[in-house]
């Protein structure tokens, strides 16, 4: 079946470091790659996505590349923010005529200012 | 728009009791997503409605466990005699089915059984 595996947690940066969050996947064919951001007491908000490989989906300085090779798509952003800090989440949705989402663990991350 | 809406935010209740969940998609929305999701863990798919039709079931859905979704707009997440293994943060989202069919959450009902 289908699964994503996460950078594990958490991470703590200071402002202005580069992040990165590792996600790799497993999958038959080729699916659909996300990020999620999930703040404090709110529900989880679509970052970013990619839909076939090489694909890089950015968004508000995120980035992540779509890298069928490595079956990876890691999320990158060059300079972090204190209001950067969330849980991060790496989702999959297969293809074919399966809709659900298949997400990683989450990894939290905190910025210092 | 308004968003996924889930009510209630939060239910604490007794083992044994039953509870019912509610969401209300995004108005055009005719998918409809349940998830659940346990602390420190991502969210896992529990079922999904295409309007009123009831497509798809995982396995975390056990007999106690019965969504409806009566005329493809709200649908309402029912947990009978609850255990305390069923607390967790419901999730529920939607998307259109057109398109890039993004899926859009709800901020979730958490749900404690004591």
């Known amino acids: 079946g289908n699964s994503v595996t996460q950078m594990e947690g958490p991470v703590t940066l200071s402002e202005e470091a580069f992040l990165t969050i590792n996600c790799t996947y497993t999958a038959t064919g080729y699916p659909s790659l996300f990020w999620y951001v999930q703040y404090p007491g709110e529900g989880l908000q679509l970052l970013l996505k990619?839909?076939?490989?090489?694909d890089k989906g950015s968004n508000k300085g995120f980035e992540a590349t779509y890298r069928k090779e490595t079956t990876s798509f890691h999320l990158e952003k060059g300079s972090v923010q204190v209001s950067d800090s969330a849980v991060y989440f790496c989702a999959l949705r297969g293809p074919g005529s399966a809709r659900q989402l298949t997400f990683g663990s989450g990894t939290q991350l905190t910025v210092l200012p | 728009d308004t968003g996924v809406s889930q009510d209630p935010r939060h239910k604490i209740t007794k083992r044994g009791q039953n509870v019912t969940f509610r969401c209300d998609p995004i108005?055009?929305?005719?998918?409809l997503y349940w998830y659940r999701q346990t602390l420190g863990q991502g969210p896992e798919f529990l079922t999904y409605f295409q309007n009123e039709a009831q497509l798809e079931k995982s396995r975390l859905l056990s007999d106690r466990f019965s969504a409806e979704r009566p005329k493809g707009s709200f649908s309402t997440l029912e947990i009978q005699r609850t255990e305390q293994g069923d607390s967790a943060m419901y999730l529920c989202?939607?998307?259109?089915?057109?398109?890039?069919?993004?899926?859009?959450f709800g901020a979730g009902t958490r749900l404690s059984v004591l």
């Open positions: 108005s055009e929305h005719n998918r």
């Open positions: 989202a939607s998307s259109f089915a057109q398109g890039a069919d993004i899926q859009y």
């Open positions: 990619a839909t076939k490989a090489d």
